[in-house]
């Protein structure tokens, strides 16, 4: 993330105050993720179906069964893209290291077929099995979007892979702006109005992306299958895309599915009131706690580990060597501590704001300690997140991988049974689950980090 980190230095070095703001602001932005910053953007959108009632009228039929469909869209193709994602990425990335730029394009648009092929079998048997009572409008926009969100995710990811950070930022900016005035003039068509202008949005956002992968990277070739050969697969890529998704998503869809804590909404689509808004709303408080570690990541560790990197590949001295290990050791416990004071700001301010914010949603005081489970758990989120991060600037696939899987398997279970011991015990599934995984982690991260020299140069 070196071209990240010199943008960032830009702008924390404009002036004291105002650069400062502006790269917590971009890292802000960057550190919510593609996801999160799609699911805040069905918010405006919604909006447009209440033109003269403000957030208490959220609850409405026809916002709710937008949000849940949009929310559903989102969801299933992030998942169902999630193993191609990282592949692509490094596909993409041991091409350009080895000269051979000319197949990265034909690459990504052979990904892109796989993907229309992929989502088009996937969404027509959902739509024709699941959706049968929902208008023909309505299943063909749910396919289109499905489809065009597919996409989405494949272009981002490759351009974040490529370190263009400011298009996904202005493309996202442009496709919720896009969908939000087709809202305006759509709205009197129902929820199929609304997915159309979701559908809109969705086209708006893929053709940002993908013009500028198209004004980057240049080929003649216009389809190139190599990137499925089996030299060039990465099986532990693949799955740990599809399960870290699953894993933080897991516990959702029991709530949403569970009979005591889910409603159905729109065909088999269903939703949970009680535990979607505090879930909400504790990752909208963390958001600041993720933009401090991801400065701090790209200001300080990314310069020591390339210190680390440059004296092994020059050959330098055992001392420089373990200067550079030292002083990444020390980066990373100053970002986590860093992290954890961002964090406990975010858990008091949302302690002290909770009951206003849950009476702005509808909800009684009776979800507060809900809302406080949930804040622990979403930061204890932000901590995987970063912890993860540092595996893969070590290239450790093998302890993500695991770390996926643990994750997945204990959110499952314990969600599973918190929600057999009834409403007190709501949200701690998810957030001992992450407590789990998350000191598993970094246990583990102080084991390689400790013999990072010795594996460096003994196990090559």
């Given at each position: 993330?070196?071209?990240?980190?010199?943008?960032?230095?830009?702008?924390?070095?404009?002036?004291?105050?105002?650069?400062?703001?502006?790269?917590?602001?971009?890292?802000?932005?960057?550190?919510?993720?593609?996801?999160?910053?799609?699911?805040?953007?069905?918010?405006?959108?919604?909006?447009?179906?209440?033109?003269?009632?403000?957030?208490?009228?959220?609850?409405?039929?026809?916002?709710?069964?937008?949000?849940?469909?949009?929310?559903?869209?989102?969801?299933?193709?992030?998942?169902?893209?999630?193993?191609?994602?990282?592949?692509?990425?490094?596909?993409?990335?041991?091409?350009?290291?080895?000269?051979?730029?000319?197949?990265?394009?034909?690459?990504?648009?052979?990904?892109?077929?796989?993907?229309?092929?992929?989502?088009?079998?996937?969404?027509?048997?959902?739509?024709?099995?699941?959706?049968?009572?929902?208008?023909?409008?309505?299943?063909?926009?749910?396919?289109?979007?499905?489809?065009?969100?597919?996409?989405?995710?494949?272009?981002?990811?490759?351009?974040?892979?490529?370190?263009?950070?400011?298009?996904?930022?202005?493309?996202?900016?442009?496709?919720?702006?896009?969908?939000?005035?087709?809202?305006?003039?759509?709205?009197?068509?129902?929820?199929?109005?609304?997915?159309?202008?979701?559908?809109?949005?969705?086209?708006?956002?893929?053709?940002?992306?993908?013009?500028?992968?198209?004004?980057?990277?240049?080929?003649?070739?216009?389809?190139?299958?190599?990137?499925?050969?089996?030299?060039?697969?990465?099986?532990?890529?693949?799955?740990?895309?599809?399960?870290?998704?699953?894993?933080?998503?897991?516990?959702?869809?029991?709530?949403?599915?569970?009979?005591?804590?889910?409603?159905?909404?729109?065909?088999?689509?269903?939703?949970?009131?009680?535990?979607?808004?505090?879930?909400?709303?504790?990752?909208?408080?963390?958001?600041p706690a993720l933009a401090v570690f991801l400065l701090r990541i790209e200001r300080d560790f990314v310069a020591h580990y390339d210190a680390f990197v440059d004296a092994v590949r020059g050959g330098g001295s055992l001392q420089r060597i373990e200067e550079a290990r030292n002083a990444m050791v020390r980066a990373v416990r100053l970002g986590l501590y860093e992290i954890v004071k961002a964090l406990a700001i975010a858990a008091l301010l949302l302690f002290?704001?909770?009951?206003?914010?849950?009476?702005?949603?509808?909800?009684?005081?009776?979800?507060?300690?809900?809302?406080?489970?949930?804040?622990?758990?979403?930061?204890?989120?932000?901590?995987?997140?970063?912890?993860?991060?540092?595996?893969?600037?070590?290239?450790?696939?093998?302890?993500?991988?695991?770390?996926?899987?643990?994750?997945?398997?204990?959110?499952?279970?314990?969600?599973?049974?918190?929600?057999?011991?009834?409403?007190?015990?709501?949200?701690?599934?998810?957030?001992?689950?992450?407590?789990?995984?998350?000191?598993?982690?970094?246990?583990?991260?102080?084991?390689?980090?400790?013999?990072?020299?010795?594996?460096?140069?003994?196990?090559?």
């Amino acid at each position: 993330m070196v071209d990240l980190t010199f943008f960032l230095r830009r702008l924390r070095d404009r002036n004291r105050v105002g650069g400062t703001l502006q790269a917590y602001g971009f890292a802000g932005v960057l550190a919510c993720g593609a996801c999160a910053l799609a699911l805040a953007g069905l918010l405006p959108i919604a909006m447009r179906a209440l033109p003269d009632r403000l957030p208490a009228g959220l609850s409405s039929a026809l916002a709710m069964q937008f949000q849940v469909s949009a929310t559903c869209l989102i969801v299933a193709s992030l998942i169902l893209t999630g193993p191609l994602q990282l592949h692509l990425v490094r596909f993409a990335a041991d091409r350009l290291a080895e000269g051979r730029g000319e197949l990265v394009l034909p690459g990504l648009r052979a990904t892109g077929l796989a993907v229309t092929v992929l989502a088009g079998l996937f969404g027509v048997a959902c739509l024709l099995w699941a959706f049968p009572q929902q208008s023909a409008p309505y299943r063909a926009l749910m396919l289109a979007g499905f489809v065009l969100m597919c996409h989405v995710w494949i272009a981002v990811a490759f351009l974040a892979g490529m370190k263009q950070y400011g298009t996904i930022a202005c493309a996202f900016l442009a496709g919720v702006a896009g969908a939000s005035v087709a809202a305006l003039a759509l709205r009197g068509f129902g929820v199929e109005g609304l997915l159309g202008s979701f559908a809109i949005g969705a086209l708006v956002l893929l053709a940002g992306t993908t013009m500028q992968i198209h004004r980057h990277h240049r080929s003649r070739r216009l389809l190139s299958f190599t990137v499925f050969a089996r030299r060039h697969r990465y099986p532990s890529l693949i799955a740990i895309g599809l399960l870290y998704p699953l894993g933080l998503w897991v516990d959702k869809l029991q709530f949403w599915y569970h009979a005591g804590t889910g409603q159905a909404v729109i065909g088999p689509l269903h939703a949970s009131a009680i535990y979607d808004i505090p879930v909400f709303l504790a990752h909208l408080a963390v958001v600041p706690a993720l933009a401090v570690f991801l400065l701090r990541i790209e200001r300080d560790f990314v310069a020591h580990y390339d210190a680390f990197v440059d004296a092994v590949r020059g050959g330098g001295s055992l001392q420089r060597i373990e200067e550079a290990r030292n002083a990444m050791v020390r980066a990373v416990r100053l970002g986590l501590y860093e992290i954890v004071k961002a964090l406990a700001i975010a858990a008091l301010l949302l302690f002290a704001l909770g009951r206003p914010l849950l009476a702005l949603f509808g909800m009684t005081q009776l979800y507060l300690p809900l809302l406080h489970v949930d804040m622990v758990a979403a930061g204890l989120q932000v901590v995987l997140l970063a912890t993860l991060s540092l595996y893969f600037y070590l290239d450790r696939r093998r302890e993500v991988l695991l770390l996926g899987a643990a994750l997945l398997a204990l959110n499952a279970g314990l969600t599973h049974l918190t929600l057999t011991l009834g409403p007190a015990w709501y949200g701690y599934g998810f957030a001992f689950a992450v407590l789990i995984v998350v000191a598993i982690a970094l246990v583990l991260l102080d084991r390689r980090l400790e013999r990072l020299e010795y594996e460096t140069y003994m196990l090559q």
